[in-house]
């Protein structure tokens, strides 16, 4: 069953942030004591503990990825935050207060708009602008799209889409919060290395194993 919304806090990914988040892998790579002077001085990252240790971009989003160094590296999955959301759960009602909070100190951190009772709808729209923006860098729509589920967290529960360019894929969906907070949702914008001969899984149950595999971290 879906769930409501309690708190939202959103940010706009424009097609800029989504051109510097592909360009990542294919940018000249950085030698490994020069990673925090060049995220500073030429990408504009800031050090933020909001979802783990991770990056700050300079769009004010919450990057983090699976290996050291992820500039220059076609083998990195980097995972970009541009929302936060607390499903409402009737039986934690001893949850809304401070999860609530946690959601709004995230827009406050980061400069987000900051929403409490959100429908469902309002949650489909920010993924669907979200995801046109990426069809609009990418120049094509998603190969294929999936409603996610409670493997992907506690919702709400949205379309997944997903794209494929080179040897990578591109997903837009919500994603399990696994720690600091617990019970929140991210909405991301994932990429994935996916060699361009590989088969996404036909069945929507395989697809959703599929990319939780890929993208969860």
């Known amino acids: 069953m879906n769930v409501n919304v309690k708190a939202l806090a959103t940010s706009t990914l424009t097609a800029e942030a989504i051109r510097d988040l592909l360009a990542l892998p294919t940018m ?46 076609g083998t990195a999955t980097l995972n970009l935050v541009f929302a936060e959301a607390c499903p409402y759960d009737p039986d934690g009602e001893n949850n809304v207060d401070w999860l609530t909070g946690d959601v709004r100190g995230w827009a406050d951190e980061l400069g987000w708009t900051f929403r409490t009772d959100v ?31 409670d493997w992907f967290g506690m919702g709400p529960f949205a379309l997944c889409r997903i794209w ?28 994935t290395p996916c060699p361009a001969d590989e088969e996404l899984p036909a069945d929507d149950a395989a697809l959703r194993k599929w990319v939780v595999d890929r993208i969860d971290w």
């Open 28 to 73: 000249a790579p950085v030698p490994d004591d020069r990673i925090l002077d060049h995220g500073t001085d030429v990408l504009g990252w800031g050090f933020t503990q909001l979802v783990c240790d991770a990056e700050r971009t300079r769009h004010d989003h919450v990057l983090s990825y699976n290996v050291d160094n992820p500039m220059g590296d």
């Open 119 to 149: 429908p469902l709808d309002t949650c489909e729209s920010e993924l669907a602008e979200a995801s046109a923006t990426v069809s609009e860098v990418l120049g094509h729509p998603p190969v294929r799209t999936v409603r996610t589920d």
């Open 164 to 191: 494929r360019t080179g040897d990578h894929a591109v997903v837009v969906s919500p994603l399990a919060d696994h720690g600091p907070y617990g019970y929140l949702t991210h909405f991301v914008l994932v990429l």
